[in-house]
């Protein structure tokens, strides 16, 4: 006889499926790009002082709490322990200026929280960057406190570099070229120039950058397509006009390029998903951030880039390999 | 031979194989056979309750050329003929037969027919009489799937599907394509002379074709079966340790470059024939021993069994008398797999027979079952970067959760090969697969 389902034994569980599954989950993705994020933010802490650490934490907090509250308002099931929103905090903290007043910084991660991501439905559902509409609303709104200066005072060790006193592309905006053929590629570098917390030390976003390629957290599309695309542009005008046009690796080691080659532009969710979508959205941040740079009304173009590569992501996910099995319909 | 294209895919854990020896498992006291594969291909039984069977006799059969015949695993008393869950909950009709404990067989079964002059002709019958089932998927009788295809099939060429052709490749699928799946690459090891005899065998029944021996990393082909397979004219195809190689599409898109045409085709249409390893044994029994299939290969492994170990299984055994009879089956397993780690499903119940189609049984403790979630898709990429269909499983998940399935076939649903990349990947852990099949199951029945 076949026996009934008996309540005294237990049932057998039924799942579809597959039966293994990777150990890789969202938490993991997020605290290794929270790990990736450390180098640069210990480098704002060595050039700018503790005043960097303290907006860090302020912007990381209110991140949680906002994103704690929407998701309690909206009757969602609570994700902040996934670090998704640490790193939206930590990331908007790392391309503010360290004087950045605090009200501003609580501002901008609430609207990145909340108008950024959380109406859209959370994590991976945006269509545009969450952090880079934080930051433009608060750039747009009260352009005076988000361009603050401060010169970099190395805690120890290093001198400080006091070649310019504004971040190198405002400088090459204001003064031109030859302001800047006097500071040496190795101040850009290690980021001993003025600028934001984050993104002045090139060396220690690349280090970030690549424990990201590493860990197999990003793929090397969009990085190396960004960098490469916006370096041979440059390298185009620069080759046309040296007097106008900067040296190309100059723009590569300046402002925001390196952070928002391996952190801003690969935001999962609001960017490309296969392989030639990426290439091309690479592409086209790279060659808009060097427009931006060059004619636009911003100094730096990264964030604005960035943000309209992303309109264009549900088309450029339309590019994609031919599927398997397929056969040329016979209309 | 090697890969002939790149493919993605991912790198499973290893797993590791207790010694490729086959074992008998323990005559069961009590068989169930279900007299069909699904459920509108259905023999009819030729025996009565009540009635005396042996080991061999057939028991049910049909006119219908895809239905294969069904032959009683165990000799004893037929108890009942009445319908039972298969593995999906359908009820199938099935002959219940109580072991007398003797095992003895009908005495028409002789040992190594010399089959090597007969001809093709002669062979065909004598598979279909055995009743071998290739194990897919997808699964049919072996013997279908060397006879020609239907001439119905010729009309497809009007709405754009490539005409079928005569088999020109045969793949010998010898790489246990999943976690949990061991038996091809113990028979490869164990039963060399059968596997170079059904090649002969196979070799009578297409003619000429080019014969190609895929094997994987977990198994080898031993120096005197190399030797037999060169004078055979047969190909060594040596696959790479990535899923989803052991796959038929994959396989086939690896060792001739060709696809199968999607969402309709079969490998026939572009005339490559797969066989398993296992099913190959199983046909050599056919028609070198003229014995019908009563048992099968079949992996276990889970819950306290971490290598995974391979039996010699008869068919009907309730997967419940197996496990009672295994050693080193420990702890409560919660989860019991029929098939491997990576497509396999999950039963309702433990009272479900072992069948032709049944590859592997899993067994998991409350510890290694995984579960889904039904949080929303984050838009990582993860399951595109893997996908061996080349699909973005992350957007047709969507539809299919939304009920959009139309536009999920638009955006080539149909081509997923149900792998299950996609949901071994999810950082979110949604049932991607699930989702997919679901989608496809809707389309369908529209």
Redesign the interface.
């Known amino acids: 006889m076949?026996?009934a389902?008996s309540l005294e034994k237990?049932m057998?569980?039924?799942?579809?499926?597959?039966?293994?599954?990777?150990k890789?989950?969202?938490s993991?993705?997020m605290y290794n790009t929270l790990i990736a994020l450390v180098p640069a933010l210990l480098a704002g802490i060595y050039f700018f002082g503790f005043a960097s650490l303290k907006l860090a934490l302020i912007c990381m907090a209110t991140a949680v709490a906002c994103e704690a509250g929407m998701q309690g308002v909206m009757g969602r099931?609570l994700?902040i322990k996934n670090g998704s929103s640490l790193v939206l905090g930590l990331l908007f903290a790392l391309i503010c200026s360290p004087e950045l007043p605090w009200w501003t910084a609580v501002l901008g991660v609430a609207v990145a929280v909340i108008l950024g991501r959380g109406i859209y439905?959370?994590?991976?559902?945006n269509p545009f960057n969450a952090v880079l509409v934080g930051w433009a609303v608060a750039k747009i709104s009260f352009p005076a406190q988000m361009a603050t200066w401060i010169m970099p005072e190395p805690l120890f060790g290093l001198e400080a570099g006091g070649y310019i006193e504004y971040p190198p592309l405002e400088v090459l905006r204001l003064d031109g070229v030859d302001a800047l053929l006097d500071l040496p590629w190795r101040d850009l570098f290690i980021g001993n120039v003025p600028g934001t917390i984050g993104t002045v030390c090139v060396a220690a976003v690349l280090i970030g950058g690549i424990y990201l390629l590493a860990r197999r957290i990003i793929?090397w599309h969009i990085p190396v397509s960004f960098l490469a695309s916006a370096w041979l542009f440059g390298l185009i005008f620069w080759l046309i006009d040296p007097e106008v046009y900067a040296n190309p690796t100059v723009y590569l080691l300046s402002g925001w390029m390196a952070l928002g080659a391996f952190f801003l532009a690969t935001d999962?969710?609001t960017v490309p998903?296969?392989a030639p979508g990426m290439i091309i959205f690479g592409i086209g941040c790279g060659l808009l951030t060097m427009i931006i740079r060059y004619w636009g009304g911003f100094v730096d173009g990264v964030a604005f880039a960035i943000l309209l590569m992303n309109a264009l992501t549900p088309l450029l996910?339309r590019v994609?390999?031919?599927?398997?099995?397929?056969?040329?319909?016979?209309a | 031979m090697g890969l002939k294209t790149s493919f993605r895919g991912v790198s499973l854990p290893p797993q590791k194989v207790s010694n490729p020896a086959i074992e008998n498992a323990p005559l069961p006291k009590r068989v169930v056979l279900p007299l069909g594969q699904s459920e509108n291909r259905v023999c009819k039984p030729v025996v009565e309750v009540g009635e005396h069977v042996k080991t061999g006799q057939l028991i049910g059969q049909s006119d219908d050329f895809l239905v294969a015949p069904v032959h009683s695993s165990v000799s004893g008393t037929v108890t009942e003929i009445r319908p039972w869950s298969d593995l999906s909950g359908n009820k199938m009709p099935s002959v219940i037969v109580e072991s007398d404990g003797n095992d003895s067989w009908l005495e028409e079964i002789r040992a190594h027919e010399d089959f090597s002059d007969k001809a093709s002709a002669q062979l065909l019958p004598d598979v279909k009489a055995a009743g071998v089932v290739e194990t897919g998927p997808p699964s049919m009788p072996l013997h279908a799937k060397f006879t020609k295809p239907e001439p119905s099939k010729e009309f497809q060429f009007l709405v754009g599907i490539p005409q079928s052709k005569p088999v020109d490749t045969v793949i010998i699928n010898g790489i246990d394509a999943e976690p949990g799946m061991a038996a091809k690459g113990a028979v490869l090891t164990k039963y060399s002379s059968e596997i170079a005899d059904g090649i002969r065998i196979l070799q009578k029944l297409i003619g000429s074709a080019q014969m190609v021996l895929a094997v994987g990393s977990n198994g080898s082909v031993s120096s005197p079966l190399s030797g037999e397979l060169a004078g055979l004219g047969v190909q060594v195809f040596q696959g790479k340790d990535k899923y989803p190689l052991g796959l038929n599409p994959i396989l086939i898109k690896c060792v001739t470059g060709r696809e199968i045409p999607l969402p309709d085709g079969t490998e026939q249409d572009i005339g490559v024939a797969v066989v398993d390893a296992v099913t190959l044994v199983h046909l050599v029994e056919a028609v070198r021993d003229l014995k019908p299939q009563v048992d099968k290969i079949v992996s276990v492994s889970g819950a306290g069994i971490t290598a995974v170990k391979n039996y010699k299984v008869r068919l009907g055994t309730l997967v419940q008398d197996l496990a009672e009879q295994l050693a080193g089956l420990q702890g409560d397993p919660v989860k019991v797999i029929a098939g491997g780690a990576m497509t396999g499903v999950a039963l309702l119940s433990t009272d479900i027979p072992v069948t032709k189609e049944t590859d592997a049984l899993i067994f998991q403790t409350a510890a290694e079952a995984k579960s889904f979630s039904p949080d929303a898709c984050i838009n990582c990429g993860l399951c595109v970067r893997h996908c061996p269909s080349r699909l973005l499983p992350n957007e047709l998940s969507k539809y299919c959760e939304f009920s959009m399935f139309e536009e999920a076939r638009d955006k080539y649903l149909l081509h997923c090969i149900e792998c299950g990349i996609c949901a071994y990947v999810c950082p979110e852990k949604r049932p991607m697969l699930h989702l997919l099949r679901y989608g496809k199951r809707e389309l369908s029945l529209a």
């Open positions: 076949e026996k389902i237990p057998l569980r039924v799942s579809v499926a597959p039966h293994i599954q990777q890789i989950t969202t993991h993705l099931k994700t439905g959370g994590l991976g559902n793929t999962k969710g998903v296969t996910d994609r390999p031919r599927v398997y099995g397929r056969v040329k319909e016979v």
